[in-house]
């Protein structure tokens, strides 16, 4: 493939790279950015096996551009950072660490043959996770943590050690989690995959280079006769016209599921609170909410005092038929939560707006509540968000993988805490 000029809108420098299916390139108005450009090329074992594909780097550029999207999306760290053509997308360039991080839900394809004895569909819970060297002439040896540790790579000043694989073994789990909640949505099963990391020109780690239909394999209802990835031209002993024509049909059929990806967003999260004096501590709990992705209404009604306008709100909201949480704001007396829950058989939660002096007044109208009901208690304005997400992410793959991204930043910032403190 020659070298290419100009791509949509970008002028392009010097040839960074050049790979089996695609090359990388310098940006003339960015040097912090790049542009990869996908080939019509299709390869297996090490390029060994490899056929002009027509239509291919479309389709590739496509799957790669909505997959970093929805990992963008909830918070997953990626090199992505828009679509430059139907061919290409531009990226932070990225210093890559040449690892494959290989992620298993069933036991199936080189795994089997490494491991005789454990029978094909063996179940990982949790996930299993390896590491491969990638290295053509050795078949990508699969390398250990220590491995890698003792490698000691160093990319854009940033040494790779143990708190680094650390967490890129916690990322390319958490990236496997959140494709596999969004294939789930399409009755698909996603079986393995690998991704990539590079490190940026500010040093911080990302999942990079390309996720597209070479990179994992996916089963349609669960069966592997269905198979729609690479694994179909990878099974070919002979490739005809015809059978390249079945895979790319297969790689279309990828696309064509992630375009057509309904975003969940049939939910509502309903603040009630007893007084308006409490709007502020209610803008908390919503500002909290709307970072997990949560739609949010706020009213006012009093249990006591317009004991019949909360029930028509209540009324009002069972009526949409969407999935609801109620969150009850109220001190002194609560006896908003209580009259919410024992009026709907959605999720109440609690979230009194406590002062130093009515501390333990308000805590206690809050716990002390009738038999039969089931509204819960928090104190915070987070932990109700975080209650809230909770209750819909368990039919909503996007805030569920929100709150999933959420406690990957543990493993990222206390580490680079204890370190500075250690300085």
């Known amino acids: 493939m020659a070298e290419v000029k100009q791509v949509g809108e970008y002028k392009l420098g010097k040839l960074i ?63 992505f950072v828009k679509i430059a053509s139907d061919t290409a997308f531009i990226s932070k360039k990225c210093e890559m660490i040449p690892i494959e991080w ?81 294939w789930q949505t399409k009755n698909c099963a996603l079986i393995d995959m690998k991704i990539e990391f590079g490190v940026d020109t500010e040093g911080n780690i990302l999942v990079a280079d390309v996720i ?5 394999r996916l ?52 603040i009630i609170m007893g007084s308006s004096s409490d709007k502020e501590h209610c803008n908390k709990i919503k500002k909290y ?28 909201y069972e009526s949409l038929n969407i999935k609801l949480v109620f969150i ?11 009259v919410i829950s024992g009026n709907t058989d959605y999720p109440v939660i609690n979230c009194p707006p406590v002062t130093k002096d009515d501390m333990d007044r308000d805590i206690w109208s809050s716990l002390n509540v009738p038999s039969g009901l089931g509204c819960s208690t928090v104190l915070y304005s987070e932990t109700a968000a975080l209650a809230a997400a909770q209750s819909i992410a368990l039919s909503n793959y996007i805030v569920w993988s929100k709150l999933r991204a959420r406690r990957i930043n543990n493993y990222k910032t206390l580490p680079s805490a204890d370190e500075e403190i250690r300085r």
């Not at 310098?26 to 990869?36: G, M, V």
């Not at 594909?53 to 918070?75: C, Q, R, Y």
């Not at 597209?212 to 994992?216: I, N, P, Q, R």
């Not at 049909?249 to 309903?270: A, K, T």
């Open 219 to 270: 089963w349609p209802s669960g069966d592997k006769r269905l198979m729609v990835d690479k694994q179909v031209y990878r099974n070919l002993t002979t490739v005809t016209d015809k059978d390249l024509d079945t895979v790319k049909r297969n790689f279309e059929w990828v696309v064509d599921q992630l375009d057509h990806l309904i975003p969940p967003s049939d939910h509502l999260v309903v």
């Open 289 to 316: 909410c709307q970072d997990f992705g949560l739609n949010v209404d706020i009213r006012v009604s009093s249990a006591h005092k317009t004991t019949e306008g909360v029930l028509k709100i209540i009324s009002y």
């Open 17 to 79: 790279i050049e790979g089996k299916t695609k090359q990388v390139y310098e940006i003339h108005s960015d040097p912090r950015k790049c542009l990869l450009l996908s080939k019509d090329r299709i390869t297996a074992g090490d390029g060994v096996k490899a056929h002009e594909l027509k239509g291919k780097a479309v389709i590739s550029n496509k799957t790669t551009s909505k997959v970093f999207e929805i990992l963008s999306s909830v918070g997953v760290p990626v090199s």
């Open 212 to 216: 597209d239909s070479d990179s994992w």
């Open 328 to 338: 009850a704001v109220a001190g002194r007396s609560n006896g908003l939560g209580p």
């Open 102 to 182: 290989v992620t298993r839900r069933l036991a199936t394809g080189s795994f089997l043959k490494r491991h005789p004895g454990v029978k094909e569909g063996y179940r990982f819970a949790p996930i299993k996770h390896e590491t491969f060297f990638k290295d053509d002439a050795n078949h990508d040896p699969q390398w250990s943590e220590e491995q890698i540790i003792n490698a000691k790579f160093k990319f854009n000043g940033l040494l790779i050690g143990e708190k680094e694989v650390d967490y890129m073994t916690r990322i390319s789990i958490l990236v496997f989690e959140v494709l596999e909640k969004v």
